[in-house]
């Protein structure tokens, strides 16, 4: 698992690079991948986000926005969430790559 910590209002970006087991960077030239978030496991998505991918590189990069990330704190000065990272090949091969928690706090310096 790999927790992540964002602090509501600012933009965030999660790079990934893929990479074989002997550390090897694979070419992801036309594969997919998308990050999701959850309250819980059950719940409904809040977020969804494809990656923008850099296939030669095996880069991925998940953008979220100010809006985002100050849309997942709700009258609080902290929230949980979980949330998993999904690749699909050109084969159509789906693995989950990384997943973990998403711990959003209030900003002290906002409007």
Known sequence: MTDIAVT???DYELKLVYKDTDGFIIDITDAIARLMVRKSY???AIITVSAAISGFEGEM???FDKIATAALLTNTSKECYIYDVEFIDTAGEKTTLVAGNITVTQAVTRD
């Open 8 to 10: 509501a209002g600012d």
């Open 42 to 44: 059950y719940s409904p």
């Open 61 to 63: 990069v998940f953008s």
